[in-house]
């Protein structure tokens, strides 16, 4: 979603703005601009589209300035357009912001200034914010910091912002409400601000993540102060980024995507290194050895996520439900937080997501705690808000995700909920020690089995190349591969546009069968396993009507093969394990089949990285 960027110090702000918009493209934006403060006056160009037709249209004109701030938009109120892009200027021109997330009441504090004399450009929420500053620091006659904590304590829902005013090219002025805003300090009083680390991590490793309700004034001659709404003083806490510059890299790939694919092996390791001893035959989860009696006492977990995240949260299911003996409801957090749900003090609440923003996530989360729910998140962003806003948790250590489509962090949440399933069936003392050995030996060799089906690779291009031109397909699988069909329906609708469902296999006949022609490919995840003879005649059931069958099989199958029009082979694991192996191929498959549609991978249309708007 929206990206902010911004820097004052020495330097040129111009090429640190752009360079900073670009590493925040992956975001997801429609509009792009920046303003810099020159001469006692905005240098402010915006425009509608990428970062690069914001530089194409910019051109020659004068950019300098040492203070300047930038932003990518993804339109909610109004169109993606040229006057609707950030920043936005006051109504006297004299103050310029930038702003992520949704001012809720902006429409009767648009109609206040419209009577107070203002008048407005855009449709956004953003233009209406910045004039509401200017009218308080008119009224009061309080300095830009004042003003901005005044306005924001009128102010209802979710903002990042930051503001200049163009008589003082010393300071900038920043704050939060549920929307992130990480500060990098430089040396001499030299800032940077983003919206995540991504445009900071070349400059500085000293962050300080800017919390809720606390406004930042950065300047170059008194430093950084941060108050709260309220006016308290707070002291910044500033602490080292691990983010490596590597990681925020294509490394040599097309795209990140396809980089992020490769990293499997690696992302998965590091997510459950540390955690499980072989040789001592346990698992380490602090989130659960230190609120045992929580987990212990748990008649329920309530999953909670959006998307990506909710399809791992249906794998955890299938694993809490096997292995933990514990019933599991999984829930789309945007429905959940408006059904009224029962949650019980006795409820554990699992918490997914990569970003740790999802808006939604986060209200569905802050309603089972007020309920006395315990909440625990599994996160891949560092120190994001979800992963600040539950009891407990465990990071998935996957490394900055920037392709818009999920991959590495959906195999990293997996594991770890693989992890957390099994570190609390053992603590429930409900897992024996010898399964629990042998499912630990194979989570272990996940990683290296990957690597095997990543070999693969070209034999799946061919097969996108058979499929690239359908307008519909089918994604079939029962027990732990259900919720691998619909990760796969989703990878391939979302970034090459071609219709996609995922079903249970078994649920084919109720419905979706009627679809199935000669034009239609089915992606059936058959390997060996539990329901591998029902799939198997769910497969007949589809080449009877002529759909062609693409199955991902284990390694030397030999019934399928002489059903199916393609097969690609897996190594052989345990049923649980199936889905962090079984969802490569079909995350190549998408890749393929969205570039050779000349779709754009890591950039989808109309989608955001991190959906901090409900
Ligand atoms: C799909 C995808 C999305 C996210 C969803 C939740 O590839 O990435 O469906 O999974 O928007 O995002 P997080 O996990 O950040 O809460």
């Not at 929420?125 to 509401?132: A, C, G």
């Not at 929307?179 to 990098?184: A, D, R, Y």
Request: hydrophobic share 40%.
């Amino acid at each position: 979603m929206c990206g902010i960027v911004g820097y004052l110090g020495d330097r040129q702000a111009y090429d640190i703005l752009i360079k900073g918009l670009k590493r925040l493209e992956y975001r997801g934006y429609d509009s792009a601009g920046v303003a810099m403060i020159d001469e006692g006056d905005f240098r402010l160009f915006k425009c509608k589209g990428k970062v690069s037709d914001l530089e194409d249209s910019i051109g020659s004109n004068i950019k300098t300035g040492n203070v300047g701030i930038g932003h990518t938009r993804w339109a909610t109120h109004g169109p993606p357009n040229d006057v609707n892009a950030h920043p936005h200027l006051s109504n006297d021109g004299s103050l310029v912001l930038i702003h992520n997330g949704i001012i809720e009441n902006y429409a009767s504090l648009k109609a206040e200034l419209i009577n107070r004399g203002h008048t407005f450009k855009s449709d956004t929420d953003t233009e209406v914010l910045v004039h509401f500053i200017e009218d308080i620091r008119d009224k009061t006659g309080a300095n830009l910091f004042d003003s901005v904590r005044i306005a924001l304590s009128e102010v209802i829902g979710a903002y990042a912002i930051v503001i200049l005013d163009k008589s003082n090219p010393n300071q900038m002025i920043a704050a939060r409400k549920s929307s992130p805003l990480v500060i990098g300090v430089g040396k001499d009083n030299e800032f940077f601000i983003a919206s995540d680390a991504t445009p900071i991590i070349e400059y500085t490793r000293n962050v300080v993540y800017l919390e809720d309700e606390e406004i930042a004034r950065l300047d170059r001659t008194d430093g950084l102060k941060i108050v709260t709404i309220s006016n308290q003083h707070k002291d910044p806490y500033v602490q080292e980024l691990e983010m490596k510059l590597e990681a925020i890299e294509k490394g040599g790939y097309d795209s990140f995507m396809l980089k992020e694919i490769h990293e499997q092996p690696r992302s998965i390791n590091d997510s459950i290194r540390g955690r499980m001893s072989l040789a001592t035959g346990a698992v380490r989860m602090s989130g659960v050895d230190e609120h045992e009696d929580r987990w212990n006492k748990a008649t329920r977990i309530l999953i909670v996520a959006c998307g990506t995240s909710w399809h791992a949260g249906l794998v955890a299911e299938y694993l809490f439900e096997e292995f933990a003996r514990i019933p599991v409801e999984v829930e789309y957090a945007s429905e959940f937080r408006y059904r009224n749900p029962v949650i019980y003090p006795t409820d554990v609440v699992i918490a997914i997501s990569q970003s740790g923003e999802t808006a939604d996530t986060l209200a569905a989360i802050e309603m089972a705690k007020d309920k006395g729910a315990f909440i625990f998140g599994v996160c891949n962003v560092v120190g994001s808000s979800i992963a600040r806003a539950t009891h407990s948790g465990a990071y998935t250590h996957a490394g900055p995700e920037i392709g818009v489509a999920s991959t590495k962090a959906f195999t990293a949440q997996v594991s770890v909920l693989y992890l957390l399933a099994l570190s609390v069936a053992m603590h429930r003392g409900v897992m024996k020690q010898d399964r629990l050995n042998r499912l630990m030996a194979e989570l272990n060799s996940v990683p290296e089995k990957i690597a095997e089906v990543l070999k693969t690779n070209e034999d799946v291009k061919k097969i996108a190349a058979i499929y690239k031109d359908s307008t519909n397909a089918l994604y079939l699988g029962r027990g732990y591969s259900f919720p691998v069909a619909l990760e796969g329906a989703l990878k391939l609708k979302e970034i090459s546009y071609i219709h996609a469902e995922g079903y249970p296999a078994a649920e084919m006949k109720h419905g979706p069968i009627a679809l199935i022609d000669e034009n239609m490919p089915v992606f059936v995840i058959a390997t060996q396993g539990a329901s591998y003879e029902k799939v198997v005649s769910n497969i007949q059931e589809v080449k009877a009507r002529k759909g062609n069958i693409i199955a991902i099989v284990t390694e030397g199958d030999k019934v399928v093969k002489d059903l199916a029009d393609h097969v690609i082979e897996i190594p052989k694991s345990d049923d649980s394990l199936v889905p962090l192996i079984s969802v490569i191929p079909l995350q190549l498959l998408s890749y393929h089949v969205a570039v050779m549609r000349g779709c754009n991978v890591d950039q989808p249309r109309n989608l955001a990285k991190s959906v901090t708007v409900e």
